[in-house]
């Protein structure tokens, strides 16, 4: 008995020995495959290796036909995982809540089943795909370190037997590794696409700081330019730098005659070098007519032109050209650059500046020309007020011609023949100057002959001459003029702006008759002259457009022009100019500066200094 107890307690020990190994040595392999994943992860950056080494581990350890990992897709509510189908990968989709995989991943918890196809939860569509049999199932969820699902590991066909516990610990232990692995590329891609956004990020500032700098540069070296040549010079010399060009060249259309010229500027020499070409002609005759191009191998290009870049003072090995648009799809011109720096190609970015280039000189070109055009129209326009004022100015130095002509008709005495020549001819000298005026203006001048001028001859000289105006109507003229004086001003234009003020007013008096004074004194520093009549005063409707141009109170024959010029007049010696008016006469006041620093705008006479005589009051009465 006591033999039979010890052989049994025997085969009891080696049993318990027997179960005892074999859990070491699954424990050991457990360990080893742990190990080995945790080096993986340490080693590797490739996610799938990693997990088809995971997968690879699992099948071994616990035994079983292969093993599949399926990735939750948030955004879709989807199971997602991969496999070979005839030599192809396709993707297996499972909705989470169906199948095997989706029940486990709706539950988080581990599942396993006996018998696949008896389970209603299984989904046999793969197996009729994929020609594989299903028996037996276990499926765990891979969890991240907040306990959230993230995927599952499911395990198929388990040799010879059922999975166990022991089976459902192993992949549960591995699953942990799987979803480390998992967090970790995610985080790893997450950060290396963050670093890649903020390096694309960062280049494209780069590139806008770059931009804004050719903006700034070009805007700078083109704000004062005061023609073509400078303004597309400033801008080549800007392209060249930005570009590392060797020259560069636009191609306009002249405003003028409508030629064709390209503005050529080497990077070595700033100064602008003009050249006439044929429509057609050349790399930018080319781009002006069909668009942007790009040539690395120029001078063997057939659009090369030795009548054109051949004479151009730089390197033409490579060329890229842009054309200038204009407003709507018109095409005003092209620019391009020639000879990359290092016999290097150009770029896209030496082409995207180019066009940054290219859009600020069509603007500049496009507004200076307009305001070329706007400037020659205004002076058309001004040149046209100009005459008007001229032609109205006739009347005083043809009425005078007449009056001396008329007198001379009747006057045997040679001596004052001779001194009504001499009034006759200054009249056609005032015609003269009157004709000066306006093609100094045609030409852009506008000077004032601005010089000393002794009031005493100034005033008589009018005196005589308003002597016509007055002959034969009711009108009393009178001067209170301070004769010892002299002042500075343009005597002619001056004269023409008291003649238009007296001949308004004896025509506001013809009817009634009056009085039409004239005075001349300082007022401090400055020359003070007034114009003052007797007549109704000035009609309320045009008080405040007195010095607009045609505007006039209806008077027969009246243009509106004679208070315009009178302005002007006074505007051009800095003056001011005053009215007063009501029912018993208007007067206007000339204020002229008499300063020193008045400078004269072309040399005058010289005069010999006269003895000051007294102030004097004149009174010439005509009565008809």
């Not at 616990?62 to 030599?87: F, H, N, W």
């Not at 060249?240 to 503005?263: F, W």
């Not at 043809?398 to 200054?426: C, N």
Request: glycine fraction near 10%.
């Amino acid at each position: 008995m006591g033999d039979e107890e010890s052989s049994a307690s025997k085969g009891d020990g080696a049993a318990r020995i027997a179960e005892l190994e074999a859990q070491l040595a699954r424990e050991v392999r457990i360990s080893r495959a742990l190990r080995e994943v945790g080096s993986a992860l340490g080693a590797t950056l490739d996610l799938d290796d990693l997990l088809e080494l995971i997968l690879d581990k699992l099948t071994e350890l616990v035994g079983a036909d292969r093993a599949t990992l399926y990735l939750l897709d948030d955004s879709k509510g989807e199971l997602v995982s991969r496999i070979v189908v005839g030599g192809e990968v396709r993707s297996i989709r499972v909705r989470v809540g169906h199948g095997i995989a989706g029940a486990v991943a709706q539950t988080g918890q581990p599942l396993r089943v006996k018998n696949a196809y008896s389970d209603k939860r299984f989904e046999p569509e793969w197996d009729a795909l994929t020609g594989y049999k299903t028996t037996n199932i276990l499926a765990v969820p891979l969890k991240n370190h907040l306990g959230r699902t993230i995927g599952v590991i499911q395990v198929l066909n388990k040799h010879a037997t059922q999975f166990s516990d022991e089976d459902e610990a192993i992949v549960t232990a591995l699953s942990t590794q799987a979803a480390v692995a998992i967090v970790n590329s995610r985080l790893f891609l997450s950060l290396i696409q963050k670093n890649k956004q903020l390096l694309e990020t960062t280049e494209q500032l780069e590139h806008r700081v770059r931009d804004l700098s050719l903006l700034f540069d070009l805007e700078r070296a083109m704000a004062h330019a005061t023609s073509i040549e400078a303004l597309v010079g400033a801008a080549l010399t800007e392209g060249n730098k930005a570009c590392e060009a060797a020259g560069a060249v636009v191609l306009l259309a002249t405003d003028e005659t409508g030629d064709l010229v390209q503005y050529v500027v080497d990077a070595n020499d700033d100064a602008v070098e003009r050249l006439g070409v044929k429509s057609g002609e050349g790399f930018l005759g080319f781009s002006m007519a069909h668009g942007e191009l790009n040539v690395t191998e120029a001078k063997a290009d057939e659009r090369w032109n030795e009548r054109v870049e051949g004479k151009y003072p730089f390197d033409t090995d490579s060329v890229v050209a842009l054309p200038l648009e204009g407003e709507g799809e018109q095409i005003i011109g092209a620019i391009g650059l020639f000879g990359k720096g290092g016999g290097r190609s150009f770029s896209e970015d030496d082409v995207s500046l180019l066009r940054l280039v290219s859009a600020n000189v069509s603007t500049a070109v496009r507004l200076f020309q307009a305001s070329e055009q706007r400037e020659r129209s205004e002076r058309l326009t001004t040149i046209g007020r100009l005459l008007s004022g001229i032609i109205h100015d006739f009347k005083t130095p043809m009425t005078v011609i007449s009056g001396y002509t008329q007198l001379m008709e009747s006057a045997d005495d040679p001596a004052l023949r001779a001194e009504y020549t001499e009034e006759i001819l200054k009249q056609f000298d005032q015609l003269t100057s009157m004709q000066r005026e306006v093609l100094e203006f045609a030409r852009g001048e506008r000077n004032i002959f601005i010089r000393k001028v002794f009031l005493r001859k100034f005033f008589g000289d009018i005196s005589r001459q308003l002597g016509h105006e007055v002959d034969g109507r009711a009108i009393e003229l009178e001067f209170d003029v301070d004769t010892k004086l002299t002042a500075r001003f343009d005597e002619g234009r001056l004269a023409r702006a008291v003649h238009n003020l007296a001949r308004n007013a004896v025509e506001a008096m013809a009817e009634r008759g009056g009085r039409l004074t004239i005075r001349a004194h300082k007022a401090g520093e400055d020359l003070l002259i007034s114009v003052s009549d007797s007549g109704p005063g000035i009609p309320k409707e045009v008080e405040g457009r007195l010095f607009q141009s045609f505007v006039t109170s209806g008077k027969a024959g009246g243009t509106g022009l004679g208070l315009a010029i009178v302005k002007k007049i006074v505007d051009e010696h800095g003056g001011s100019i005053a009215v007063k008016s009501s029912k018993k006469g208007t007067t206007f006041e000339l204020r002229l500066p008499q300063e020193e620093q008045s400078k004269d705008t072309r040399p005058g006479p010289k005069r010999t200094k006269k003895p000051q005589r007294p102030a004097e009051r004149q009174t010439v009465k005509s009565s008809g």
